[in-house]
């Protein structure tokens, strides 16, 4: 099964800045690259499909990039109701998540 | 609008089996795939398989077979999925999710159905 790594585990923001997420494949996944956002005790929403494709109602803050085996989620302008865990998730093959990173407060 | 409506929390004793279920609306049930995921407290997300609302084929994560079966109802829209022979190790919240037009992505998620498994 292909492994994603995601860094940092936990990430400590500050409204207003700009960050970046890192997932990394143990083999390459070409684009089919995907990224959700879960708040606790809620299921986890889509956010980018495919790398790098907007996902219709997600605010236009959060774009995603890469291609192969590394790739990033960016958000710019953290915004308070950001704060949760992202994982991505990999379906080139049999699908698989990473562990997450978990955005914080400052 | 999409909705995946799954059944209320399960509370089962060690050796027995549950069945879940959701419940779909909003969309051509039959020309969509629907997963079923696995997550358990704090911890990563796992697929553990998926079947087509079409024709009710199914594929496995290797890791659940035996564990899982999947099955659809066409004509309420609606998936199930069986575990049998729970352990403790079953306890977890399990989604449902519809994937999209084309490949393994999930565009619409249930609630999810926390099963406690606990004598």
């Known amino acids: 099964d292909v492994v994603l790594t995601q860094s940092p585990a936990t990430l400590s923001v500050t409204p207003g800045e700009r960050i970046s997420l890192s997932c990394r494949a143990s083999e390459s996944v070409d684009t089919y690259l995907h990224w959700y956002q879960q708040k606790p005790n809620e299921s986890p929403r889509l956010l980018i499909k495919y790398a790098s494709q907007s996902i219709s109602g997600i605010p236009s803050r959060f774009s995603g990039s890469g291609s192969g085996t590394d790739f990033t989620l960016s958000i710019n302008g953290v915004e308070l109701e950001d704060l949760s865990i992202y994982y991505c998730?990999?379906?080139?093959?049999?699908?698989?998540f990473g562990a997450g990173t978990k955005l914080e407060l400052k | 609008e999409v909705q995946l409506q799954q059944s209320g929390a399960e509370l089962v004793k060690p050796g027995a089996s549950v069945k879940l279920s959701c419940k779909t609306s909003g969309y051509t049930f039959s020309n969509y795939y629907m997963s079923w995921l696995k997550q358990m407290p704090g911890q990563n997300i796992e697929w553990i398989g998926n079947i087509y609302g079409g024709n009710g084929g199914t594929g496995y994560n290797q890791k659940f077979k035996g564990k899982a079966t999947l099955t659809v109802d066409k004509s309420s829209s609606t998936a199930y999925m069986d575990l049998s022979s729970l352990t403790s190790e079953d306890s977890a919240v399990y989604f449902c999710?519809?994937?999209?037009?084309?490949?393994?992505?999930?565009?619409?998620w249930g609630q999810g159905t926390l099963v406690t498994v606990s004598s």
């Open positions: 998730q990999q379906g080139n093959s049999l699908p698989t």
């Open positions: 999710a519809r994937q999209g037009s084309w490949g393994n992505w999930f565009a619409y």
